[in-house]
């Protein structure tokens, strides 16, 4: 069975950074693709970004894109978010996601599309 621990998160100014990590544990394949989404107060959970577990491609949310990168490490068993000139729009609970099959590409900005989730993370930015 395979589960995700996140680390990261907390408080920061506006402007400064910030990495998210997931890390995957258990299951039958040494790496899965996984994704970030976020969901501030009184919204709805929106998609972050995104990695395949082929190396086939990743993607972002429009509005983070040059700001945040995902990474793998750890025998590609953990996605780094790494979070440079955040702002105050970016605070919410960010969860880690991870699908258990192949998804395409059309599908990987939906919250659907992954099988098995983190407990979530706080990051606030603020001053």
């Known amino acids: 069975q395979v589960q995700v621990e996140e680390s990261g998160g907390g408080w920061v100014q506006p402007g400064g950074s910030m990495r998210l990590s997931c890390t995957t544990s258990?299951?039958?394949?040494?790496?899965?693709?996984m994704g970030w989404f976020r969901q501030a107060p009184g919204k709805e959970r929106e998609f972050v970004a995104a990695?395949?577990?082929?190396?086939?491609?990743?993607y972002y949310r429009e509005s983070v894109r040059g700001r945040f990168t995902v990474s793998r490490a750890n025998g590609k068993k953990t996605l780094n978010l790494q979070m440079n000139s955040l702002k105050p729009e970016d605070t919410a609970v960010y969860y880690c996601?991870?699908?258990?099959?192949?998804?395409?590409?059309?599908?990987?900005?939906?919250?659907?599309?992954?099988?098995?989730w983190g407990q979530g993370t706080q990051v606030t930015v603020s001053s």
């Open positions: 996601a991870v699908a258990l099959g192949n998804p395409i590409t059309s599908s990987m900005r939906t919250a659907s599309t992954y099988d098995i």
């Open positions: 990695d395949k577990r082929s190396g086939a491609g990743t």
């Open positions: 258990g299951g039958t394949s040494n790496t899965y693709t």
